[in-house]
T-cell receptor, first 112, second 114 residues
Framework: KQEVTQIPAALSVPEGENLVLNCSFT??????LQWFRQDPGKGLTSLLL?????REQTSGRLNASLDKSSGRSTLYIAASQPGDSATYLC???????????FGTGTRLQVFP | AAGVIQSPRHLIKEKRETATLKCYPI?????VYWYQQGPGQDPQFLIS???????DKGSIPDRFSAQQFSDYHSELNMSSLELGDSALYFC?????????????FGPGTRLTVT
C-alpha cells in the first residue's frame, strides 16, 4: 500500500520567515505530485504540480521540488505572511492509477 | 475561470436515509474523481470516471454508487447513511493528457448524518 507522510505535522512561525515543508512517498512509480492548500473546513486549492520528469516548479513565493530516487518532495515558502496560514497537503499519483494519495498535511500558522 | 461546481454545499440527513451529491466538472474536462475527507483526516479516493466509464475505484462502500452522465457531470448516491459517513465530499476534474493529469477540486459538500 502506497503511503505519503508529511513532516512537521504543525508549524508556527513569525511573519517573514522562509519555510520548508516536507513530503515523503513510498511509490517508486510516481506519475506526478501535487501540493494543495486547505483552509479550515474549505476546499483544496492546487498550488503546484510536478511531473515525474521534472525536478521543481515555481509559482510566486512557492517552490516545490521532487526527488524520485529518495521519495521526497519539498515545498519552500519564501517570506511567509499571515495569509499563508492553512494546512498544506501533498498528494502523489502513481503511473497505473487515477487516484491521488494524500499525506496527512502540515498545519501552518504564520503570526504577525 | 470556471471551476468545479458541487451541489449542495451542505446536507443534513438522518441515519438510514439516502443522499445524492452532484458534481459539474470544468468545461472540456473528461474525468471526474470523488474523494471523502473525514474530520481531521486526509482526503481518501472513492471512485473516478473517464468518458462516462468507471476508471478507478478506491475504498468506496457498497452502499455508495456513482455515475458520470453524457454532459460529464457526475452524481454520488449514498444509501443507508451511517453516522460515519459524515464528512466533506470533494469532486475533482481533469482533462486526461493535458498538464499531466492535474486535478482541480471543487469546494466540497459537507454531509452531516444525525
Amino acid at each position: 500500500k502506497q503511503e505519503v507522510t508529511q513532516i512537521p505535522a504543525a508549524l508556527s512561525v513569525p511573519e517573514g520567515e522562509n519555510l520548508v515543508l516536507n513530503c515523503s512517498f513510498t511509490d517508486s512509480a510516481i506519475y506526478n505530485l501535487q501540493w494543495f492548500r486547505q483552509d479550515p473546513g474549505k476546499g483544496l486549492t492546487s498550488l503546484l504540480l510536478i511531473q515525474s520528469s521534472q525536478r521543481e516548479q515555481t509559482s510566486g513565493r512557492l517552490n516545490a521540488s521532487l526527488d524520485k530516487s529518495s521519495g521526497r518532495s519539498t515545498l519552500y515558502i519564501a517570506a511567509s505572511q499571515p495569509g499563508d496560514s492553512a494546512t498544506y497537503l501533498c498528494a502523489e499519483m502513481g503511473v497505473d492509477t487515477d487516484k491521488l494519495i494524500f499525506g496527512t498535511g502540515t498545519r501552518l500558522q504564520v503570526f504577525p | 475561470a470556471a471551476g468545479v461546481i458541487q451541489s449542495p454545499r451542505h446536507l443534513i440527513k438522518e441515519k438510514r436515509e439516502t443522499a445524492t451529491l452532484k458534481c459539474y466538472p470544468i468545461p472540456r474536462h473528461d474525468t471526474v474523481y470523488w474523494y471523502q475527507q473525514g474530520p481531521g483526516q486526509d482526503p481518501q479516493f472513492l471512485i473516478s470516471f473517464y468518458e462516462k466509464m468507471q476508471s478507478d475505484k478506491g475504498s468506496i462502500p457498497d452502499r455508495f454508487s456513482a455515475q458520470q452522465f453524457s454532459d460529464y457531470h457526475s452524481e454520488l448516491n449514498m444509501s443507508s447513511l451511517e453516522l460515519g459517513d459524515s464528512a466533506l465530499y470533494f469532486c475533482a476534474s481533469s482533462q486526461i493528457g493535458l498538464v499531466g493529469g492535474e486535478q482541480y477540486f471543487g469546494p466540497g459538500t459537507r454531509l452531516t448524518v444525525t
